[in-house]
T-cell receptor, first 116, second 111 residues
Framework: GAGVSQSPSNKVTEKGKDVELRCDPI?????LYWYRQRLGQGLEFLIY????????KSGLPSDRFSAERTGESVSTLTIQRTQQEDSAVYLC??????????????FGAGSRLTVL | EDKVVQSPLSLVVHEGDTVTLNCSYE??????LLWYKQEKKAPTFLFML????IEKKSGRLSSILDKKELFSILNITATQTGDSAVYLC???????????FGSGTQLTVLP
């Protein structure tokens, strides 16, 4: 697609429920990233996918967080047994694999998660 | 651990003023530094800097990198209310496959 698409744009859930957030990257972008942004704070790296390589999961804050990506397309971030501290905007970004463009991430509009 | 620090945390100016936003970093094997503008949710790309001393310019915005002193500045001249946003600095290093972001500078431009 023309840009990075994320859904849902807003999600309100109860503590303890599981949530799934979806990201559809720009067509042809091999790299896909998930970041978390708490209110008034910077972006916190969660996970990175590059082609068929093993993902870099070093930013996932706990085993309640997981993410999958099918080939070089859609990715799903899953948060199990949500806690109030999980409330944040979850941003997805993708980038091309060329040397010139590899570092320029294009972001989606994010999914705002509120855990009550 | 890679570290990116932005200052000031927030800034309030009036239309027409010139502002300078700062970004300092400590990373292993620096590759590039990027500036993003975040108005509502999605950060939008402004500049990517890889070489010291070469100014990147786009309209009223410009940025430069100093790899010896490990910092970058983002200048905005003749500010407008539409420049109000959070400006994010991020550094890509060879030791990490992702960007490390600073906490951002909240710029508010008053009419």
């Amino acid at each position: 697609g023309a840009g990075v698409s994320q859904s849902p744009s807003n999600k309100v859930t109860e503590k303890g429920k599981d949530v799934e957030l979806r990201c559809d990257p720009i067509s042809g972008h091999t790299a896909l990233y998930w970041y978390r942004q708490r209110l008034g704070q910077g972006l916190e790296f969660l996970i990175y996918f590059q082609g068929n390589s093993a993902p870099d999961k070093s930013g996932l804050p706990s085993d309640r967080f997981s993410a999958e990506r099918t080939g070089e397309s859609v990715s799903t971030l899953t948060i199990q047994r949500t806690q109030q501290e999980d409330s944040a905007v979850y941003l997805c970004a993708s980038s091309a694999s060329t040397a010139a463009g590899a570092n320029v991430l294009t972001f989606g509009a994010g999914s705002r998660l509120t855990v009550l | 651990e890679d570290k990116v620090v932005q200052s000031p945390l927030s800034l309030v100016v009036h239309e027409g003023d010139t502002v300078t936003l700062n970004c300092s970093y400590e990373v292993t094997n620096f590759r590039s530094l990027l500036w993003y503008k975040q108005e509502k949710k999605a950060p939008t790309f402004l500049f990517m800097l890889t070489s010291s001393g070469i100014e990147k310019k786009s309209g009223r915005l410009s940025s430069i990198l100093d790899k010896k002193e490990l910092f970058s500045i983002l200048n905005i001249t003749a500010t407008q209310t539409g420049d109000s946003a959070v400006y994010l600095c991020a550094v890509h290093s060879g030791s990490a496959r992702q960007l490390t972001f600073g906490s951002g500078t909240q710029l508010t431009v008053l009419p």
